[in-house]
């Protein structure tokens, strides 16, 4: 398996853009997790989804942050408008996630895209 | 509120042992993972613990003291490689993965 998929790896980009991260989950894995990692507040859970659907989404910091998940193969998740404070690495991870077995709740994490909002 | 604390950084030397600690406060529990972070990498599994006691893995093991609220990752003959970034994360009573904010851990030869 070619693990979880995230792309861009990096993005520069300036104040007041549209920034869209993506993700592709590991085949047959229910759960995917969005988090945004710095030096400061270290690995923060933004958003995870149960079979496309969105479950918690109480770590999305404002209303500029979105994420979609249309199918079980694809997520995204969109800054509109970016601010640099938005600057940090976003990672998607994905488990099988069957509550109650830890060997399917272990989650595997993507390469992550280091966004810089200048 | 949850909470998990680890030391911010550790220092040891190539070939010998560390042990890195991890004390909790959560909404119930439901298994504690260890991943390893490398700089500028994504987190990697390493372990996790639901019963106390202690899981080997090769020269990594894990220690769990539910009733402590207590974990620790130790590591065996250090290599170089070894320096990264050690997470502790707690599964809670909601099933949710509260992290902690990791330990630096330097190897010096």
């Known amino acids: 398996d070619a693990g979880v998929i995230q792309s861009p790896r990096h993005e520069v980009t300036e104040m007041g853009q549209e920034v869209t991260l993506r993700c592709k989950p590991i085949?047959?894995?229910?759960?995917l997790f969005w988090y945004r990692q710095t030096m400061m507040r270290g690995l923060e859970l933004l958003i995870y989804f149960n079979n496309n659907v969105p479950i918690d989404d109480s770590g999305m910091p404002e209303d500029r942050f979105s994420a979609k998940m249309p199918n079980a193969s694809f997520s995204t998740l969109k800054i509109q408008p970016s601010e640099p404070r938005d600057s940090a690495v976003y990672f998607c991870?994905?488990?099988?996630?069957?509550?109650?077995?830890?060997?399917?709740?272990?989650?595997?994490f993507g390469p992550g895209t280091r966004l810089l909002v200048l | 509120g949850q909470n998990i604390d680890q030391p911010t950084e550790m220092t040891a030397t190539e070939g010998a042992i560390v042990q890195i600690n991890c004390t909790y406060q959560?909404?119930?529990?439901?298994?504690l993972f260890w991943y390893q972070q490398h700089a500028g990498e994504a987190p990697t599994f390493l372990s996790y613990?639901?019963l106390d006691g202690l899981e080997e893995k090769g020269r990594f093991s894990s220690f769990l003291s539910r009733s402590k609220g207590y974990s620790y990752l130790l590591l065996k003959e250090l290599q170089m490689k070894d320096s990264a970034s050690y997470l502790c994360a707690v599964l809670d009573s909601n099933y949710q993965l509260i992290w902690g904010a990791g330990t630096k851990l330097i190897i010096k030869p």
């Open positions: 959560t909404s119930g529990f439901n298994g």
């Open positions: 085949s047959g894995h229910d759960y």
């Open positions: 613990n639901v």
């Open positions: 991870a994905s488990s099988p996630g069957l509550a109650g077995d830890l060997y399917q709740e272990t989650q595997y």
